[in-house]
């Protein structure tokens, strides 16, 4: 049947079968509940499911008993988009067709009847404060008639002599100083440090030419000046809506608003105060860069191995950087993806160890280079966003080097083999047992060496996004590989772990209502497999996540105008790899531009290896890498000590 008739309804209204099920719910209804209208009833979800009411309603319980439409009960609820509400509730029998019966259940929300009640019964209060004063104020006024003349000429003197010292008290203040109406008119009083500090005299002007708002939000703040004057709600709660800057090229400028009252307490004029706080600012900003270096350092001098791969990669990510410009340069038309995924994974190593401006700076030229329609030519700007990375990388590496030393020391031609490493080969019976052995120890290590560093970037994600994450498990990470071999494909996989972090890992309000753990739980599985005659190093990656919803990519992929009805869920999946797409309709620090896991299997193909996704929407996603191990051109080892 058709529900039509329900839909334009302001008050949010139910249709319940005989079992309690939603069947249908008008938008205002779905708003309240928090969630898409087709879903409640595609979830066959109940009433009380929907909405926690904090007292019984028993009506609910007894859906084939009520016959006429109940008495209005009124409860207090709360839902996943809404708390602390209260609503008017009644149902009524509805028999949409003779065999068909369904309850309508009508929801009047009251809450914010109730504030504006207690709000105007305060200001009733007030007002017949007000009578009381103006009462007695009448009584003294019949007093003063008596020599009205006097007393105007008394009080007019005083008035002169107290805007004499407000104006010289005024102009003594190194503050702004200025009053608008609610026309937003500046009053003709103001400080004499307004001409300094706002560049401009203020009186007459209109508010938003001296707080110099752009044309194209002058509309929304004249709405906040109407909101304010007409104080729909608290001038404390409104004025943080205000704008708490004046935009500058040199100085910054910080705004407070203080409302002045008639004797109605009704709010008559705006009181705006600037101050100029750039040497505050500028201290402020050099505490935060003092404290970032010295984190950089600790960082630096805790993780030095992971911080030397990293500057490492770094190192080939800029030659590539810098070529891809050149070619860039040449033809503007050249695809970036590549410059993109180099600046995605400077980004990401570089937030893993504190450098926050370098950080800034890459996601910074991250925004410039997305692919334009018709492209544009490469500004200046975006050169020096360029050449700030490359100063700033090769600071960082100088840095290093002249710490610990050289940041790719020569391999040394001597072996270095402890007591226990001797004792093992004596007691191998093959000298080709002796032979691996030693060749193991020059050519390979523990891939635990190049994942020390992944905690961390797990847990600066997790903070960033206001997630909670237990410790990351990793197991056989004493699995050898090739030393070198994967340095890059493990430098990329800090994209798989804030992609986990920042898509997969729900909030800890969302996991306590879908019955998970608070804390998202992350694991690092490494083992050797063989694939067409090779040997290869596996890595399976699995979080507890929502899962990959193919839905999800799907209207991506209708909104990029990109062909795949003919593709399963488990293909769709698999668009997340490519460049340039995102399910994130906004750019965030972490994500919205579908770099980094185009990065990760630019990696993989690179090895020539291969990439499997295993999902369960609402539980889990698992991604399997398989690495071949590259043939290595092994030496004579000249020495063993």
Not at 12 to 21: D, I, M, Q, R, T
Not at 505 to 519: A, D, H, M, Q, Y
Not at 619 to 641: D, N, R
Request: with cysteine.
């Amino acid at each position: 049947m058709s529900y039509s008739l329900f839909d334009s309804l302001l008050e949010p209204v139910f249709a319940l079968n005989s079992e309690g099920h939603i069947v249908y719910s008008n938008e205002t209804a779905a708003a309240i509940c928090g969630v898409n209208p087709r879903k409640l009833v595609r979830m066959k979800t109940t009433l009380q499911q929907a909405i926690r009411f904090e007292d019984a309603f028993d009506y609910l319980t007894q859906l084939p008993t009520i016959t006429s439409a109940t008495p209005y009960k009124e409860l207090k609820f709360s839902t996943d988009a809404y708390e602390n509400g209260k609503a008017q509730i009644t149902i009524q029998p509805y028999h949409p067709k003779p065999d068909v019966n369904e309850y309508l259940v009508f929801f009047r929300d009251v809450t914010l009847e109730e504030r504006l009640q207690k709000k105007y019964r305060a200001e009733l209060e007030q007002k017949e404060s007000y009578i009381n004063e103006l009462q007695a104020a009448r009584n003294q006024l019949e007093i003063y008639n008596k020599d009205l003349e006097s007393i105007v000429r008394i009080r007019t003197a005083e008035i002169q002599d107290l805007n004499v010292l407000m104006k010289a008290l005024l102009d003594s203040l190194n503050q702004a100083f200025f009053v608008f109406d609610a026309k937003g008119v500046c009053a003709p009083l103001f400080s004499k440090a307004c001409v300094d500090i706002l560049d401009m005299a203020p009186n007459g002007q209109n508010i938003w030419d001296v707080l110099k708002i752009q044309p194209s939000k002058v509309d929304g703040f004249r709405n906040w000046l109407h909101t304010v004057f007409s104080e729909m709600l608290p001038f404390e709660d409104l004025k943080p809506l205000g704008p708490d800057k004046i935009p500058h090229a040199i100085k910054t400028i910080s705004l407070e608003y203080f409302p002045i009252r008639n004797e109605q307490n009704q709010i008559e004029k705006i009181v705006c105060v600037g101050s100029d706080v750039t040497d505050l600012v500028a201290a402020q900003t050099q505490a935060v860069n003092d404290r970032e270096k010295v984190q950089s350092i600790l960082k630096m001098i805790q993780n030095k191995k992971e911080l030397r791969l990293f500057l490492l990669e770094t190192k080939t990510q800029l030659k590539t950087l810098d070529s891809e410009f050149k070619k860039l340069k040449v033809d503007i038309t050249h695809n970036r993806d590549a410059i993109l995924r180099v600046l995605h994974t400077i980004k990401g190593g570089a937030a893993t160890f504190s450098y926050n401006h370098l950080k800034e700076t890459a996601h910074h030229l991250e925004e410039k280079m997305i692919p334009q329609d018709p492209p544009l030519a490469i500004s200046t700007e975006v050169i020096d966003l360029k050449n700030i990375i490359e100063m700033e990388s090769l600071s960082i590496i100088n840095f290093y080097t002249n710490v610990f030393g050289e940041l790719a020391p020569k391999d040394d031609e001597n072996i270095q083999l402890t007591q226990s490493d001797l004792e093992a080969i004596f007691r191998f019976q093959k000298m080709d047992d002796v032979r691996n052995f030693i060749e193991e120890k020059i050519y390979f290590q523990p891939v635990k060496n190049l994942v020390s560093q992944f905690p961390v970037v797990i847990e600066k994600t997790a903070q960033l996004l206001g997630k909670s994450i237990s410790p990351l498990v990793i197991k056989n990470d004493t699995t050898p590989v090739p030393i070198k071999a994967f340095d890059s494909f493990f430098n990329s996989f800090v994209h798989v772990l804030r992609n986990s972090i920042d898509h997969g890992i729900e909030t800890p309000k969302i996991r306590n209502t879908v019955g998970k753990s608070l804390n998202g739980n992350v694991s690092l599985e490494f083992s050797l497999v063989t694939q067409k005659n090779k040997k290869c190093l596996q890595i399976k990656f699995r979080d507890d996540g929502q899962g990959v919803n193919p839905a999800r990519i799907r209207a991506k992929l209708i909104q990029k105008k990109i062909a795949h009805a003919h593709l399963s869920d488990n293909e769709v999946i698999y668009y997340i790899f490519n460049p340039s797409f995102s399910t994130r309709d906004e750019v965030t620090e972490t994500s919205g531009r579908g770099v980094g896991l185009d990065a990760v299997k630019y990696e993989v193909d690179a090895l020539g290896g291969t990439i499997t996704i295993n999902t369960e929407l609402g539980h889990y996603t698992e991604f399997v890498f398989v690495l071949p191990y590259p043939e290595i051109q092994k030496s004579t080892v000249k020495k063993v000590a």
